[in-house]
Every structure is written in C-alpha cells, then in structure tokens.
C-alpha cells in the first residue's frame, strides 16, 4: 500500500487529527527504533520505522487516543 493511502487510512482511525496521527506515529516510531516489537505480521526489516508505525496505526494495531 501506497504512503498516501496508508495516511488516508490512519487519519480515519485517530478523526482525521493531523497533529494526532504524527505525533502518534513520531512516538510510536522512536518505541519501535529503541526496541519495542512491531506489531505487524508482516517481514518489517525492510522498512522505516515511521511507516512501521504509520501501518500500524492505520491497521487499527496500534489505539490512539488523546489522554488528559
């Protein structure tokens, strides 16, 4: 899938809040390059660690949420 349509689909999942999805996907990125498992179950070897996160979230494995 495409990078735009990943972001297209992660927008959907967090209420198409831009600022939401990356600061989610910069977190959920920097978890992921200090070690943190992916959640795909997809070969991610290959990949970058912000489209990692970025198809995690738009796959709905990754909940984002707005916590106060």
Avoid: H, W
Avoid at 2 to 15: G, H, I, M, P, Y
Avoid at 27 to 52: F, H, Q, V, W
């Amino acid at each position: 899938m495409r990078t735009e349509q990943l972001t297209a689909k992660a927008l959907e999942k967090v209420d198409f809040d831009k600022y939401l999805l990356a600061n989610a996907v910069g977190k959920r990125a920097e978890a992921i390059a200090n070690g943190a498992k992916p959640c795909l179950d997809i070969d991610t070897s290959g990949m970058k660690y912000a489209e990692i996160a970025l198809r995690e979230i738009a796959e709905g494995k990754i909940i984002v949420s707005i916590e106060g």
